[in-house]
T-cell receptor, first 115, second 111 residues
């Protein structure tokens, strides 16, 4: 099946810990994104990557880090510097614009809770 | 960058009524406007989209309209059903290619 897969579905973090959320896609998409979803806040962009070995900060990048060593993978690390990490995290991918933009496909999300 | 405003934040209707969700965008270079439906605890999924070269698109009970001059687009759902209850997000993509989302509308359809 073609698609985008996030793991784990649920993740618990202790205070002061770093945790890494996985995102893998087999859609051959160049662009990948990480969004954070909080109630009433919509989808806020954390980081995005247009191509392997390149990524850019989004609107709320503080306390997060990413890597893009492979086209298929875009892991997100939530560091201890992120003071309020409890949220639902969504990874997405899309093909680059070629005249007309196309839809973004989402993973099923990871719910991170600080304990 | 792009800014997308979405209204209302909550919409409650009776089964069989119509529902309308409205969005505005700021970047005149935006050329693609998708709508996503997100059921509780699940991923957002595309339900309909429109490109800037058309003004309206329909798919069964769902339609989207686009007014490029006013920079706003709307989602129309007719004959609503309880299974339409979900959070709906509008988005805009354009010069920066990054999809920018509205804050979402929680649609509640009462049986």
């Amino acid at each position: 099946d073609g698609g985008i897969t996030q793991s784990p579905k649920y993740l618990f973090r202790k205070e002061g810990q770093n945790v890494t959320l996985s995102c893998e896609q087999n859609l051959n998409h160049d662009a990948m994104y990480w969004y954070r979803q909080d109630p009433g806040q919509g989808l806020r962009l954390i980081y995005y990557s247009q191509i392997v070995n390149d990524f850019q900060k989004g609107d709320i990048a503080e306390g997060y880090s990413v890597s893009r060593e492979k086209k298929e993978s875009f892991p997100l690390t939530v560091t201890s510097a992120q003071k309020n990490p409890t949220a639902f995290y969504l990874c997405a991918s899309s093909s680059p614009p070629t005249g007309w933009n196309t839809e973004a496909f989402f993973g099923q999300g990871t719910r991170l809770t600080v304990v | 960058g792009e800014n997308v405003e979405q209204h209302p934040s909550t919409l409650s209707v009776q089964e069989g009524d119509s529902a309308v969700i409205k969005c505005t965008y700021s970047d005149s270079a935006s050329n693609y406007f998708p709508w996503y439906k997100q059921e509780l605890g699940k991923r957002p999924q595309l339900i309909i989209d429109i490109r800037s070269n058309v003004g309206e698109k329909k798919d069964q009970r769902i339609a989207v309209t686009l007014n490029k001059t006013a920079k706003h687009f709307s989602l129309h759902i007719t004959e609503t059903q309880p299974e339409d209850s979900a959070v709906y997000f509008c988005a805009a993509r354009g010069g920066s290619y990054i999809p920018t989302f509205g804050r979402g509308t929680s649609l509640i359809v009462h049986p």
